[in-house]
């Protein structure tokens, strides 16, 4: 195999991994988004008074930008598996350029995901364990 080949062959399989890592983590992530909105609901009472309402529904308009990111991305990282399964079959050298560009694409747009993902579980946290603080004052307030 002539080398040029063999190192773009080298790079199909490092993508792949890279994918498959992504894929495994996307699914994890869309766990926690469904954890997420079991927590929101579970506290609905809670987050639906005057000082929670406007930041949970924003926050829950932003969970579900995410949501949909994640669809997205689901799918754009099932297509990208199935390019690369060809290329490597094939190793064709003529859509190289446009894998490698495809890949960097990706990457940008999972990355862009997690950070999303990981602001809107900071903020939803960081409600959640305001209100369990209030919860716990108001109980020791009542033992008194």
Known sequence: MKPEKEKFRKTLYKASSENEKWMSELEFMQDEQK?????????????STDQYYEPTKKLIQKLKNVEK???????LLQTHNKHLATLIESLQLKGKKEFKREHKRIE?????????????KKKIFAMI??????????LLIAEE
């Open 35 to 47: 954890f997420l909105e079991h927590l929101l609901s579970s506290h609905f009472l809670d987050l």
């Open 69 to 75: 990111m994640s669809n997205e991305l689901s799918d």
């Open 108 to 120: 940008s747009e999972f990355d862009h995901y997690s950070l999303n993902l990981k602001y809107i």
């Open 129 to 138: 364990k305001d209100i369990m603080k209030n919860h716990k004052q108001k």
